[in-house]
C-alpha cells in the first residue's frame, strides 16, 4: 500500500524551512535561518530573505528525497503554514507553496503553525490527549483537544513569553535570541531579586515583569536579574498549565514552541507534573522551533482527513487562531479526560485537588462541617516566589469573600485564617461546570454583575468556582486573586477567563455565554462597554 508523501514548507517567522514526511518517517529537510544584524526581527527583511531562498531550499529538499528513493511525482499535497506568523513572510511561503501545487497538479494543505508545534510533539513523543504548553516568540498559550478543537484555555493578554525575553534581553545589551542567554546568565546568579508575578485566572501578562526587570538592571546584577526574570515567567506558565491539568482532569503534558529548549522550564514542567501524577513529554530539540517537518507532518494529517484547500482559500492569515480550526484528524475516543461535564455528577475523588490547594472537609462545633483549604507549597516554584504567593492569596482570599457578601455575591463564611490554611463554611452542592445550561449561565452572569457593581473583580472566573447548592444558590468561591478595581480592563479580562473556560471545556458555548451575558446585564449597567473590550482582548492572543 503506497504512503501518503508531503511536503511542507514553514517560513512564519525566522526560518524558512521546508521538509518531507510519510507517515512513519522524516524524508528529508532544509532549513535557512534569517539572521539580522542587530535587535529583533525585520518583517520585511525577513520576507526578503525567505524570497531569496525559496528556491533553493525547494531544489535541496527535492534532490536529497531523491537520494532516498523519493521522487517529486510521488508527493501527495503541498502544506504550508498559513498563519499566525508575519504576513510578509507568511506571503512568501503561500507563493512559493501555490507555484509548487500547480506546477506537480496537486493540492495544498493551509496548516495552523500553532497546531504543528503540537501535532509533531505528539508524533515525536508517547503522548497521546495531552495539555500543551506551547511558548515560542509570539505565542504563549495553554491548549488541549476537546470536542473537535484545540482549546486554549489561557493565553497571554500582552506579549508571548519568547518575546518578551527577548525585549528583556535586548535592553541588557545581549545578542538574539535572547532566551539561551538569560539561561546561561542565570546560572551564575547569587540571589533572586522580586519581580510582578502576573497570572489572571487562566491567563497571563509579561510586559510588566519585562519593565520592571530592565529597571533592576540599574541596581542589579546581570545574572541575579536574569535568575528572577526566567524564574517567575516560568513559575506562572507552569501554574496556567497545571490549572489546565486540573480543570481537564488529562493526565499528560506536552511542552511545545521553541522557548521549550529551555532546561530550567523542563525542570520545573517535570516537577509539576510528578507532583500532580501525570506524565511529561518533550520532543527533542530539533522539533521545537519553528520547522518544516511539523508543517509536512500535520499537513500530511490533514490531507488524509480530506482538509484541502483551493487557491482561492489560500489566503494567509498572520492572526490565525488555533481554536480557529477543525480538528478532524482526531477522534473524540483518543481524549484520556476522566472529567465528563456533561454527566451532571462530580468525580469520586478528594473533595478537590486543585490547581492551588488541598481541599478536605473536617467536624467544626457542634458536629458542623466545615472546609479546610490548604494552599500547599509547589515544588517547581521558587521558595520565595512559592511562599509569597500562597500567604498573599490566602490573606486575598478571607477578607475578599467578606467584600463579596456585602455586595450582594453568595460565598461561603469564613471561621479561621492562617498563613497558608484557611477554614470556612462548606456548601453542599456540585460544581457549575458538572451542571452548566443557559439557565445556570445566566446566574452566573447575574453574581457577576453584582460582584463587579460593587467594584471587586474575581481574577479566576471558571466554572469551577461557581457552586450550586442543594438550596439551589449560586456561590462564588475561590477568591485568591479577587481585588478591587473598576477599570473596564481589569473587569473584561474577568469575563474573558469565564468565556475561555465556556469555549474551551463546555459543548454548545455559545448559547451559554448569550445566558451569561444577559444576565450580567441585568445587574451591571456597565456591562455592553465591557463585553465590548471582551472582544479586544480576545484578539491580543492572535500573533503580532
Known amino acids: 500500500m503506497k504512503k501518503t508523501i508531503i511536503l511542507g514548507i514553514e517560513g512564519t517567522a525566522w526560518n524558512l524551512s521546508a521538509a518531507i514526511v510519510d507517515e512513519t518517517d522524516i524524508i528529508a529537510e532544509v ?18 530573505h525567505h524570497a531569496k531562498y525559496a528556491a533553493s531550499v525547494i531544489r535541496r529538499l527535492l534532490e536529497a528525497a531523491k537520494k532516498k528513493g523519493v521522487e517529486a511525482a510521488e508527493l501527495d499535497a503541498i502544506a504550508f503554514s498559513q498563519g499566525p506568523g508575519l504576513g510578509p513572510c507568511l506571503r512568501t511561503v503561500a507563493t512559493a507553496a501555490r507555484m ?74 545581549l545578542s538574539h535570541p535572547g532566551g539561551p542567554k538569560i539561561e546561561h546568565y542565570a546560572k551564575e546568579a547569587k540571589k533572586y531579586l522580586h519581580l510582578p508575578y502576573v497570572v489572571k485566572g487562566m491567563d497571563l501578562s509579561f510586559s510588566g515583569l519585562s519593565t520592571a526587570s530592565t529597571e533592576a538592571l540599574k541596581k542589579h546584577r546581570l545574572e541575579d536579574v536574569c535568575y528572577s526574570y526566567q524564574e517567575t515567567a516560568f513559575a506562572m506558565v507552569v501554574e496556567v498549565t497545571e490549572r489546565a491539568l ?20 523542563r525542570e520545573m514542567l517535570n516537577s509539576m507534573c510528578k507532583a500532580r501524577g501525570a506524565k511529561f513529554y518533550v520532543p527533542e530539540k530539533r522539533f521545537m522551533g519553528d520547522n518544516g517537518i511539523m508543517i509536512a507532518y500535520t499537513g500530511l494529517l490533514m490531507y488524509k482527513a480530506g482538509d484541502t484547500i ?111 490554611r484557611i477554614k470556612m463554611q462548606y456548601i453542599e452542592g456540585s460544581p457549575l461546570k458538572y451542571l452548566l445550561n ?53 473587569r473584561g479580562v474577568d469575563v474573558h477567563v469565564l468565556f475561555q473556560t465556556l469555549e474551551s471545556t463546555h459543548r454548545e458555548p455559545e448559547a451559554l455565554i448569550a445566558a451569561f451575558k444577559k444576565g450580567y446585564a441585568s445587574t451591571f449597567i456597565e456591562a455592553k462597554d465591557v463585553l465590548k473590550r471582551v472582544e479586544e482582548i480576545k484578539k491580543r492572543g492572535r500573533y503580532s
Not at 246 to 264: F, P, S
Not at 446 to 452: E, I
Open 31 to 48: 532549513t535557512e535561518t534569517y539572521r539580522p544584524e542587530k535587535g529583533g526581527i525585520h518583517p520585511r527583511e525577513a520576507a526578503q
Open 100 to 173: 509548487l501545487s500547480l506546477s506537480l497538479g496537486i493540492p495544498l494543505v493551509g496548516v495552523n503553525h500553532c497546531i504543528a508545534h503540537i501535532e509533531v510533539g505528539i508524533w515525536k513523543t508517547p503522548a497521546k490527549d495531552p495539555v500543551v504548553l506551547y511558548v515560542s516568540g509570539a505565542n504563549s498559550q495553554v491548549l488541549a483537544h476537546k470536542a473537535g478543537k484545540y482549546r486554549v484555555f489561557g493565553e497571554t493578554l500582552d506579549i508571548g513569553l519568547g518575546n518578551a525575553l527577548d525585549k528583556f534581553a535586548r535592553s541588557a545589551g
Open 246 to 265: 486540573a480543570h481537564t482532569g488529562k493526565k499528560e503534558v506536552l511542552l511545545a514552541g521553541g522557548v521549550g529548549a529551555n532546561g530550567r522550564l
Open 310 to 420: 483551493s487557491l482561492e482559500e489560500s489566503k494567509v492569515d498572520p492572526g490565525f487562531r488555533p481554536d480557529e480550526v477543525k480538528v478532524t484528524w482526531i477522534s473524540e475516543k483518543t481524549e484520556n479526560s476522566e472529567t465528563d461535564f456533561e454527566t451532571g455528577k462530580s468525580p469520586a475523588e478528594l473533595l478537590k485537588s486543585g490547581a492551588e490547594a488541598l481541599v478536605f472537609l473536617e467536624t467544626g462545633p457542634e458536629g458542623k462541617k466545615q472546609l479546610v483549604k490548604e494552599r500547599i507549597p509547589k515544588p517547581y516554584r521558587l521558595k520565595e516566589i512559592d511562599e509569597r504567593i500562597r500567604k498573599e492569596r490566602n490573606r486575598t482570599e478571607a477578607r475578599m469573600l467578606s467584600e463579596a457578601r456585602k455586595v450582594g455575591v453568595s460565598t461561603p463564611i469564613v471561621y479561621e485564617l492562617e498563613d497558608f
Open 438 to 490: 443557559p439557565e445556570l449561565s445566566e446566574k452566573g452572569g447575574k453574581l457577576l454583575g453584582k460582584l463587579h457593581s460593587g467594584g471587586i473583580v474575581h481574577g479566576d472566573l471558571t466554572t469551577s468556582n461557581l457552586v450550586l447548592s442543594e438550596e439551589k444558590r449560586l456561590y462564588l468561591l475561590d477568591f485568591g486573586l479577587a481585588h478591587f478595581d473598576k477599570s473596564l480592563e481589569a
